[in-house]
């Protein structure tokens, strides 16, 4: 199992280890980090926000006063985190102006340390339904050259700004990466109130329209990797979506309502989880982040949602080699043999252990554990990035 650092609940435990992981992509220094979470008295959201905001203002402050512009954007950088994990127990009302306010400190942090990350970095706006989709694009370098591709597509609860964490490893192995936001996600969510869909090929459709039709990207080496909640959004899309080279999963999450309970257990979830969320405030902050990015406002309406979260009736549409990483203790997972069994194009199972020192969700800590195993798959076995 993966180890508590400091939180005995493990959802505040779980997000000081992503911020601590997202320190190898300079988006974190593991000092500060630890003394914002230290900070926290009590693991309970405005404590949360308190400790991670003050430690955000902190680190704008030395962004002011460094000279240097290498060191002032790594300072807007980790900013630019503080800010996103200050809000992020706060995420069941959409209008508290700590998360508008957080967000946009985010979003502006992260802009301001764009020009100076040391790689060719452009954000684009992908159109979509009369509206635009917020992504960036970042290359090894502005030699302009087609390379393949990697699309990274957020989570349940991360940022286009935030797929930088896994944007760095993919650079220095000759990828460019695209990091977008869809419904339900970042600026689609905060700003545009567009809400999560179960259709996601009408979002990863014109994404990689965008992306195909740039000179700097060579389309018959495109890569869709989704992780956490794009374990189930990747997938989808790649069933309708077949320009793509590769699909990565970590973790594969191909029906999101596998983990509820069913028969005598099912009949008094519902109940169950309303007393339990309104005695319990990070339960309650659980479910309501989620039922905000779905847009509707019951427990019992959210496990509906969730039941239209599958695809496993249109896995056998995915025609590209898949990799599916599944990491010990992952809460989000047991769902990579489902996928693999429904599969019919090649496909491989990967399992990662405590042992590896990748357990936890999408492997933890373990990001270059993660890393040597799945660009080790791609470069065997689909699209050397050096070719």
């Avoid at 025609?319 to 090649?346: K, N, R, S």
């Avoid at 399992?351 to 492997?363: I, K, N, S, V, Y």
Wanted: net charge negative.
């Amino acid at each position: 199992m993966a180890q508590t650092i400091l939180f005995r609940d493990d959802m505040y435990d779980g997000q000081l280890a992503r911020t601590l992981s997202n320190a190898y992509s300079g988006l974190a220094d593991l000092g500060e980090a630890f003394a914002a979470a230290h900070a926290v008295k009590h693991a309970e959201p405005s404590a949360w926000y308190s400790a991670w905001h003050a430690m955000a203002e902190h680190t704008e402050g030395l962004a002011e006063r460094i000279a240097d512009p290498v060191g002032r954007a790594s300072a807007r950088l980790r900013a630019s985190e503080y800010h996103r994990q200050s809000y992020f127990f706060l995420r069941h009302d959409i209008a508290d102006p700590r998360l508008q306010n957080g967000f946009r400190a985010h979003v502006e942090n992260f802009a301001a340390a764009l020009p100076h990350l040391g790689v060719h970095a452009e954000r684009l706006a992908i159109p979509y339904e009369g509206l635009t989709l917020k992504a960036y694009l970042f290359a090894p370098d502005d030699s302009g050259a087609a390379r393949p591709t990697i699309l990274f597509p957020a989570g349940y609860d991360s940022s286009a700004e935030d797929g930088w964490a896994y944007a760095r490893p993919a650079l220095e192995r000759g990828y460019n990466v695209v990091s977008f936001e869809g419904p339900g996600q970042g600026a689609s969510l905060y700003t545009d109130g567009l809400f999560f869909r179960p259709d996601f090929e009408a979002v990863l459709t014109p994404v990689v329209d965008a992306v195909i039709a740039r000179p700097d990207v060579d389309p018959a080496a495109v890569v869709l990797v989704g992780r956490s909640f794009a374990g189930y959004l990747a997938p989808r899309g790649a069933a309708y979506e077949h320009r793509l080279a590769a699909l990565v999963c970590d973790p594969a999450q191909p029906d999101m309502a596998q983990h509820l309970p069913q028969g005598l257990l099912g009949a008094v979830a519902v109940p169950a989880a309303t007393v339990i969320s309104a005695l319990s405030g990070n339960q309650r902050e659980f479910f309501g982040a989620r039922m905000a990015a779905h847009g509707i406002h019951s427990i019992s309406d959210y496990f509906d949602a969730l039941r239209e979260f599958t695809m496993l009736p249109e896995a056998g549409q995915i025609t590209c080699p898949t990799l599916i990483v599944e990491c010990e203790d992952d809460f989000a997972g047991g769902g990579g043999q489902l996928l693999a069994d429904a599969l019919t194009a090649p496909h491989e199972l990967v399992h990662l252990t405590a042992a590896d020192g990748a357990a936890g969700h999408c492997a933890g800590l373990g990001q270059r554990v993660w890393d040597g195993v799945v660009y080790d798959w791609l470069h065997r076995a689909v699209v050397p990035a050096d070719r």
